[in-house]
């Protein structure tokens, strides 16, 4: 079922509601200040089961109320809440496709910068395919904007307000007709993309950032590295990387949530390895989009049915 997107249903401080009739305040912490922070979920339709999956739910749930503490919000949502409230505005829509879904805490109210509450939620799903659908791979530049770190905002808090460093990065890329960026942090090595985590493949190794360089604590990036040391006999180093080294590596790719895993042909206009997706990247995204859909039946334990029966 395809739905519109006036005709979405938005799950709003407990209700379910038509997605315009969700309103909130314009004077409220959320709104001026961007005092917020949220998950994005993926579901993914698996056709022949007629089922709908939701990617490590618990793990976003968890991340989510760790962002929750870590900005000081006075909430009271529980886990099961949580993930109950997803699941329940998923039905309700009466999906049968991929979707991605955004699941955001906020400060409503009239406070200023330093309210810890009210606080309140909203979840909003949306039909989505895969992000790249139209692009075998994509072409990025070193940002100019450093990424933020441990000393001004946290890339450990999933956030609204953090994500102006990412739209400036993007915007920067776009201008300068790249698809995407690649941030360095204040030590001057890799730390992420906008909205996704790096990885780099050398001889066959497979290397990507530590969580100390900067970077969000990605689930996709933690799921990567799991598949590629269990399933795919590689070896996975996490440590510092040299922005040459992204210019010399065999391989490169991005991963997230929104994006999965994509590909990167060229990096400051110097291509990467032969200029296509490499096996490496080709193996952990064959593998990957498996895992999401339930065809691979060891990690059908990360996914969480939308539909009974």
């Known amino acids: 079922m395809e739905n519109k997107k006036t005709d979405r249903l938005i799950w709003f401080k407990g209700d379910i509601i038509p997605v315009g009739d ?11 200040f961007g005092a917020n922070v949220f998950e994005g979920l993926r579901a993914y339709w698996n056709v022949s089961e007629k089922q709908l999956y939701v990617f490590k739910l618990p793990e976003h749930i968890d991340r989510l109320q760790n962002s929750i503490k870590m900005l000081e919000l006075e909430a009271t949502f529980t886990n099961v809440f949580l993930q109950k409230s997803v699941i329940d505005i998923i039905q309700a829509n009466k ?10 805490v906020f400060l409503d109210g009239f406070g200023n910068w330093s309210a810890t509450g009210p606080v309140e939620m909203f979840i909003a799903p949306m039909a989505k395919g895969r992000y790249y659908e139209k692009s075998k791979g994509i072409d990025v530049c070193i940002s100019s904007w450093e990424r933020i770190n441990e000393k001004s905002l946290s890339p450990k808090i999933k956030m609204g307000a953090n994500y102006m460093n990412s739209r400036m990065g993007q915007l920067e890329a776009g201008r300068n007709g790249y698809d995407s960026a690649i941030f360095l942090n204040q030590e001057g090595t890799v730390s992420e993309g906008p909205g996704s985590c790096v990885f780099i493949v050398k ?3 497979l290397i990507t950032p530590p969580l100390t360089a900067s970077i969000l604590d990605s689930i996709t990036r933690s799921t990567i590295i799991d598949i590629a040391r269990d399933d795919l006999g590689l070896e996975v180093i996490e440590r510092d990387v040299e922005k040459e080294e992204l210019h010399i590596a065999d391989e490169v790719f991005m991963c997230g949530t929104a994006v999965e895993v994509v590909p990167v042909f060229s ?3 110097i291509q990467v390895g032969m200029g296509v997706k490499g096996r490496v990247t080709s193996d952990i995204t064959n593998l990957y989009l498996q895992i999401v859909r339930g065809k691979v039946e060891k990690y059908r334990k ?3 049915p939308v539909y009974s029966g």
Request: glycine residues 4%; negative net charge.
């Open 22 to 32: 969700a309103k909130i305040n314009v004077l409220s912490p959320t709104s001026q």
């Open 95 to 104: 999906f049968q496709e991929d979707l991605v879904c955004r699941q955001t």
């Open 203 to 205: 001889d066959g190794v």
């Open 267 to 269: 990096v400051d206009k």
């Open 302 to 304: 990360w996914l969480t």
